[in-house]
Nanobody, 124 residues
Framework: QLQLVESGGGLVQPGGSLRLSCAASGFNGYSLGWFRQAPGKEREGVSCISHSGGQTNYADSVKGRFTISRDSAWKTVYLQMNNLKPEDTAVYYC???????????????????WGQGTQVTVSS
């Protein structure tokens, strides 16, 4: 059974950085990404990377601050988050979509498989 396992969340001060990791072994043909959801807010597609690794997509709210990447073995996907803001506080989910276009996947928060989520809190 395919599983996504996130790690790396926590508490950070505004302006700080965090790196989220997602163990994603066996996900050949899947685009991978990160969604987030804060209390009282809609789910948001933060960033996605295509199954080929050649395309990425970012929400406007994180462009220039967050970077998605994967290791060469396609077993781990990362989300490097810099210059964090209080409005970045949310539960972050690693997600996978089989052969999904990254713009569609992130733009509409569409995924086939979800991780359990990891809390990111940005506060002083």
């Amino acid at each position: 059974q395919l599983q996504l396992v996130e790690s790396g969340g926590g508490l950070v001060q505004p302006g700080g950085s965090l790196r989220l990791s997602c163990a994603a072994s066996g996900f050949n043909g899947y685009s991978l990404g990160w969604f987030r959801q804060a209390p009282g807010k809609e789910r948001e597609g933060v960033s996605c990377i295509s199954h080929s690794g050649g395309q990425t997509n970012y929400a406007d709210s994180v462009k220039g601050r967050f970077t998605i990447s994967r290791d060469s073995a396609w077993k781990t996907v990362y989300l490097q988050m810099n210059n964090l803001k209080p409005e970045d506080t949310a539960v972050y989910y690693c997600v996978a979509g089989f052969m999904r276009d990254v713009q569609d996947m992130c733009g509409h928060s569409l995924a086939d498989i979800w991780g359990q989520g990891t809390q990111v809190t940005v506060s002083s």
